[in-house]
């Protein structure tokens, strides 16, 4: 039982441009939201987050969006740049100390110059 | 490097055998959490140790023991391998609870032959 899906395995996105990443979730328990990045070879690494009380949360060119209603939430990343190319997994708690963190299959993202 | 360190980096052993995985905390955090990455799957969460005691469980085999150490490090303990056992396995620390404040390591590769 998947309850934290990322449904594209992967997507490419032009240098400058907006990258979209998805994520939808299934337990109406979860209350906490976060973004972690991975590169080859390294551990995650954390990106951003947010709380189920909240709909967006803004760091620099790192912006999530939280839809409670339809269980979804969003990574938007503008510009990208090239060194944004990596895996992309979101992940969710039922509680905000996070003892269990379920995560999605993750999204490989490309940044084209 | 997020100070983290996992050894070996990788293994490689046969269907049956038991392996140990090792994980040294950043300085000074208290939480050490497994998970396991399959292939293609996102990071399912084992378990979690918090100054040595055992404080969350997620889908951990029987096969799979842990403990966290006076010194803090923790190991993973696998026994009675399978090929499906093939997989990354991360550990993160953290100095409490909270979700954002998980440093992962670098991983170590098991494959089972």
């Known amino acids: 039982d998947q309850q934290v899906k990322q449904n594209s395995p992967s997507l490419s996105v032009q240098e400058g441009r907006i990258s979209i990443l998805n994520c939808d979730y299934t337990?109406?328990?979860?209350?906490?939201f976060l973004w972690y990045k991975k590169y080859p070879a390294e551990g995650p690494t954390f990106l951003i987050s947010?709380?189920?009380?909240?709909d967006k949360n803004e760091d620099g060119r790192f912006t999530v969006f939280l839809n409670k209603s339809a269980k979804h939430l969003s990574l938007h990343i503008v510009p990208s740049q090239p060194g944004d190319s990596a895996v992309y997994f979101c992940?969710?708690?039922?509680?905000?100390?996070?003892?269990?963190?379920?995560f999605g299959q993750g999204t490989r993202l490309t940044i084209n110059p | 490097d997020s100070g983290v360190t996992q050894t070996p980096k990788h293994l490689i052993t046969a269907t049956g055998q038991r392996v140990t995985l090792r994980c040294s905390p950043r300085s000074g955090d208290l939480s050490v959490y497994w998970y396991q990455q399959s292939l293609d799957q996102g990071l399912q969460f084992l378990i979690h140790?918090?100054?040595?005691?055992?404080?969350a469980k997620g889908n951990i085999l029987e096969r799979f023991s842990a403990q966290q150490f006076p010194d803090l490090h923790s190991e993973l303990n696998l026994s009675s391998l399978e090929l499906g056992d093939s997989a990354l396995y991360f550990c993160?620390?953290?100095?409490?609870?909270?979700?954002?404040?998980?440093?992962f390591g670098p991983g170590t590769r098991l494959t089972v032959l």
């Open positions: 140790y918090y100054n040595g005691e055992e404080r």
């Open positions: 947010i709380s189920s009380i909240k």
């Open positions: 992940a969710a708690s039922a509680d905000s100390r996070a003892q269990k963190l379920v």
């Open positions: 993160a620390s953290s100095v409490n609870f909270l979700p954002n404040e998980q440093f």
């Open positions: 337990n109406s328990m979860f209350d906490y």
